[in-house]
């Protein structure tokens, strides 16, 4: 697909003005949005970076993975570096005054001292805390760190220069060994290069600007190095669910689709704009899928890995959406950005890890200058067929359910799970993410119950639930919309293992999109009796009454109601929640526990219903 579309040779212009374009730099820093933020948020840390000490990297923090597990402790001051370095360089694109110059080259120097652009996480150790690297791994945040140092020349080259001709030969070796020749290995020596996933574009798009940056002076090598790049984002599409569904949740999406695009505007950039696919329905229909995600009150869908709070990658939605002519996503980039309230973009708190000096530069100039009223959000219903998700916006109701199977991306045991949002108020939710550990991507994944069929709202027979592989997938999908009623349907007998016995296990989703009502059927048939029981996660307030449970989350309150086969209820916050859960709900949720005395059959309905306020 793209690799049709490449022409050479391509012209080294930056994606945005450097510093010294100061009529440039002058409009951007006008537009009141981006001055508030210059100067609320990025001077200051650039004014605390002038004298604050540079983290420290010691050895023995990058050893902690390999003795105890730790990621965070490394990847704290590992990321802050960054940080630190892309404030520098946009204040000092601010001010144009000369002061942050000396911090800056400071902040590369460390960098360029590291041992290894690499994770820890990320690094085959073979055992060894400090493992020997033969060449750079190029992992997710080698690249980006490639990245950064491309686009401080990009900003700054000259700059840099007026200081020490050394210093910018050095960056640019430093590129060249880290980067550019380790990506030029044959074979390609890194599993991203097989495109199944984020890591393709996250990692394709940071080497690219790396290669257009330090290969302009080389057109042959850099013609080679693209033609490479642009094979791998061609398997990622060709490898991508064909309706444009991300099976690694949203907050993946921002680094998944949303760095492919940062890969095409690279090379629209580079080629005069003639080198595009952006009129390709499937790059089209992976752009619209976010919007579609997300559910109310600033929170996206957290099926897989996904995080349920995370700061949208506004300007790259607004991109997206020009390019593919998309008003689904430039309506949906307007709401999100009149609705953080003039403060839209905040990736220094806490840490981060996406700090290539591409994306704040893209709020700063992709955003439209004048403050345009967002249209309110459609009522609507999207089903995405190849990876069985649905989303349905109606009224004061969000709601997403998904079949699938459980090999999926950034996987979690969860066929048949559903979740929903009511007044902007979350009252049945997946968890979404757990805490990554050494274990979270090892052969020990689904011993976290978060991840497991424990954590997840479909049936667990005697305690067994559904079991990790792609052979585990849900059946007989059926999707129907017609007026007001809204139905999904799967088999998951599949999803279990064969041990249960299970001949059928089918859940039918119904909603009401007038009155917001949802009823969710489970029928079950086995060769032998199971207790079966049910785990409904929320953060509301849960009161347990005789023939109903109360649920109170701010302005929203629901009842649920129960018929079918008898089912007992009981509420309460599970032991020893995942650390993540806090960050992402504030408390651990509470744990509504429906439980059904054993039989070889039954049904039960659970029916949600909104008494105090029309949908």
Not at 388 to 410: C, S, T, Y
Request: one cysteine or more; glycine letters at 8%.
């Amino acid at each position: 697909m793209l690799s049709e579309k490449l022409i050479f040779p391509l012209t080294p212009v930056p994606v945005f003005p450097p510093l010294r374009e100061r009529a440039a730099w002058r409009a951007m820093s006008e537009i009141p949005r981006n001055r508030r933020f210059l100067e609320n948020r990025i001077l200051p840390l650039a004014q605390n970076a002038l004298t604050a000490p540079i983290p420290e990297l010691p050895a023995s923090l990058f050893m902690e993975f390999v003795r105890i597990g730790d990621r965070k402790h490394y990847e704290k001051p590992y990321f802050q570096r960054r940080q630190m370095l892309e404030a520098l360089v946009l204040a000092e694109g601010y001010e144009y005054r000369g002061r942050f110059i000396d911090r800056i080259i400071d902040y590369l120097w460390a960098i360029m001292g590291e041992y290894t652009w690499s994770l820890p996480a990320h690094v085959n150790s073979g055992g060894d805390p400090l493992p020997e690297l033969p060449f750079e791994m190029v992992d997710l945040f080698c690249a980006e760190t490639g990245m950064l140092l491309a686009q401080t020349l990009n900003f700054m080259e000259s700059e840099l220069r007026d200081v020490s001709l050394n210093l910018v030969s050095g960056i640019r070796r430093n590129l060249q060994k880290r980067i550019i020749e380790p990506c030029e290995r044959e074979p390609f020596p890194f599993w991203w290069g097989h495109g199944f996933n984020n890591w393709s574009p996250w990692c394709a798009s940071n080497v690219l600007g790396v290669a257009l940056t330090v290969l302009s002076g080389q057109p042959e090598r850099q013609e080679k190095m693209v033609r490479s790049l642009a094979a791998i984002i061609d398997r990622y599409l060709d490898l991508y669910p064909a309706d444009g569904g991300c099976d690694e949740g949203p907050s993946y999406w921002g680094v998944s689709p949303a760095s492919m695009l940062i890969f095409l505007e690279e090379l629209y950039n580079a080629s005069g704009g003639k080198i595009s696919i952006y009129d390709e329905p499937l790059v089209r229909h992976m752009g619209e899928f976010f919007a579609d995600c997300y559910l109310d009150g600033g929170c996206f869908t957290p099926f897989s890995d996904a995080a349920v709070r995370f700061d949208p990658p506004v300007p790259l939605c607004r991109r997206y959406g020009e390019r593919t002519g998309s008003e689904k996503l430039k309506n949906f980039t307007l709401r999100m950005l009149a609705g953080l309230n003039g403060e839209p973009y905040q990736p220094y708190t806490g840490y981060t890890s996406t700090s290539s000096l591409f994306r704040m530069p893209a709020f700063l100039f992709w955003l439209p200058a004048e403050e345009v009223p967002a249209p309110p959000a459609a009522d609507s219903v999207s089903y995405y067929p190849v990876v069985q998700q649905l989303f349905v916006h109606a009224g004061k109701l969000a709601f997403a359910a998904k079949g699938g199977h459980n090999a999926e991306n950034h996987n979690h045991n969860d066929l048949g799970q559903f979740m929903f949002f009511h007044s902007g108020e979350p009252m049945i939710v997946d968890l979404g993410r757990c805490e990554y550990t050494r274990h979270t991507f090892s052969e020990r994944r689904y011993e976290n119950w978060v991840l497991n069929a424990l954590g997840h709202n479909p049936p667990l027979f005697d305690g067994v639930g559904q079991h990790d592989g792609k052979e585990y997938r849900a059946a007989d999908v059926r999707f129907s919309q017609e007026g007001n009623r809204v139905q999904l349907e799967m088999e998951l007998a599949g999803a279990f293992p064969a041990e249960l016995e299970l001949v059928s296990v089918r859940r039918s989703i119904r909603l009401d999109t007038g009155s917001g009502e949802i009823q969710v059927e489970d029928r079950w048939e086995s060769r032998r009796p199971h207790t079966v029981q049910w785990n409904l996660y929320t953060p509301a307030k849960v009161a347990v009454r005789p023939g109903e449970t109360e649920f109170r989350n701010g302005s929203a309150v629901m009842r649920l109601t129960l018929s079918g086969t008898p089912v007992s209820v009981a509420a309460a916050v599970p032991e020893n929640p995942d650390p993540e859960l806090t960050h992402s709900w504030g408390a651990p949720p509470c744990r509504v526990r429906l439980t059904a005395e054993a039989d070889c059959s039954g049904a039960v309905t659970m029916r949600f219903t909104f008494p105090a306020s029309r949908n």
